[in-house]
């Protein structure tokens, strides 16, 4: 028997790959005879950009950069496909991941770092950027990576915009006199983990603020500051960010480097998962296990697990998924995609318990799956 283990990132707890490994020694500790392969994948959330990188056997070059505070930190990006492509983990310079629970500050966080990056890419000589934007603190429409790029963002008075995001409410003007004309000579595509758009109550703020610390009166005024972004856009380009799909991803980033960048915008895991060749890998196995933290209705909104289980019914090969958490009766929907769904944890217990098990209670389940396969 052939198993292909190829999970999602079990959000605040373990890697991709640590998940893989965790499932592959559980089923290694069974009765069942088999082969098996760890193919840990990424929708475009924080993690995608190194797996692509290991598994397309890239090279990193380091760069210095700031984070969302402006604090200099050292970064990297990878460079594949004989030095043609760049591919850069937003998180690695305005993640969530590099500030302290109280450190968060959503109205001053941006994604300048990450601009930085782009700009250590193009003094390598690349020709295509993949930009990975899962797991960033900031809520600037990707104003950060703009500014980075040359790019000024005025007041009336004609004074240079500061402290955005918080500041971008008064943005009058942009002056786009100094991007850096390198960057639109260069294919850029946004690997998107969710759909959100830009404004309104499924948006980047209402959504995702309060998870990046931002309390109602945040924001509100971060909702006010992409809304002016956008009408500035609009005026000087006549392009619309508010009506990008996947625009409200990682703070509007991608609707920002979609309108003034002409960036590409697609699913994650797609795309994942046709630049990592994973169809070669499905050919082979008879069964499939994927996971992460947890497997509901909005997991078939294009999340990892789901493009997994897509390709694999294509091919009539049984899914199983493991999570943290799961419905208590899985729908009709689910069941179309997944033969098997299987909750990890074995008591009740609290959160904090609960993601520290993650890899011991991947591999007790996954030991009892190749327990019952062996009896097959």
Same mark, same amino acid.
């Given at each position: ?88 983990? !937003? ?6 991941? @590099? ?31 993949? @930009? ?51 960057? !639109? ?89 046709? @630049? ?65 769904? !299987? ?9 904090s318990r609960a993601l520290a098990d993650t ?18």
């Amino acid at each position: 028997m052939q198993i292909l283990i190829a999970p999602n990132a079990f959000k605040n707890s373990l890697s991709a790959q640590l998940a893989a490994r965790a499932i592959l020694d559980g089923l290694r500790q069974s009765r069942l005879s088999f082969t098996g392969e760890c193919f840990p994948i990424g929708d475009g959330g924080d993690g995608t950009g190194g797996l692509i990188i290991d598994r397309l056997k890239g090279i990193r070059i380091d760069c210095v950069v700031h984070d969302p505070l402006g604090r200099e930190l050292q970064g990297s990006i990878g460079i594949i496909e004989n030095g043609q492509t760049a591919v850069i983990e !937003m998180a690695e310079a305005s993640g969530i991941k @590099l500030l302290k629970p109280e450190e968060l500050s959503p109205l001053t966080a941006t994604s300048y770092g990450t601009g930085e990056m782009m700009l250590c890419a193009l003094d390598h000589g690349v020709r295509k950027i993949i @930009l990975c934007i899962g797991g960033s603190a900031t809520t600037d429409g990707g104003a950060g990576i703009i500014n980075a790029l040359g790019v000024r963002f005025l007041e009336s008075d004609g004074r240079e915009l500061k402290g955005m995001p918080g500041s971008l409410s008064r943005l009058y003007q942009l002056d786009l006199s100094g991007l850096d004309q390198r960057i !639109m000579n260069c294919e850029i595509v946004v690997l998107c983990d969710v759909d959100n758009p830009l404004l309104g109550p499924q948006g980047a703020a209402a959504v995702f603020g309060p998870q990046k610390g931002a309390d109602k009166a945040a924001v509100e005024k971060l909702e006010s500051g992409l809304q002016q972004f956008s009408a500035v856009v609009l005026q000087q380009t006549g392009n619309r960010m508010d009506t990008t799909k996947h625009g409200g991803a990682a703070g509007g980033t991608a609707a920002g480097l979609h309108v003034l960048l002409n960036a590409q915008l697609v699913n994650g895991i797609d795309y994942f998962l046709q @630049l990592t060749d994973f169809e070669s890998s499905l050919e082979q196995a008879d069964w499939v296990i994927t996971g992460e933290g947890s497997i509901d209705e909005q997991t078939l909104n294009g999340k990892g697990p789901y493009g997994v289980a897509c390709r694999a019914k294509e091919k009539n090969i049984p899914v199983l998924g493991l999570a943290g958490k799961i419905p208590l009766k899985p729908t009709e929907d689910l069941n179309k995609y997944f033969d098997i769904l !299987m909750a990890i944890g074995n008591e009740p217990t609290d959160l904090s318990r609960a993601l520290a098990d993650t890899a011991a209670n991947l591999s007790r389940t996954a030991k009892g799956i190749g327990d019952m396969l062996s009896l097959a």
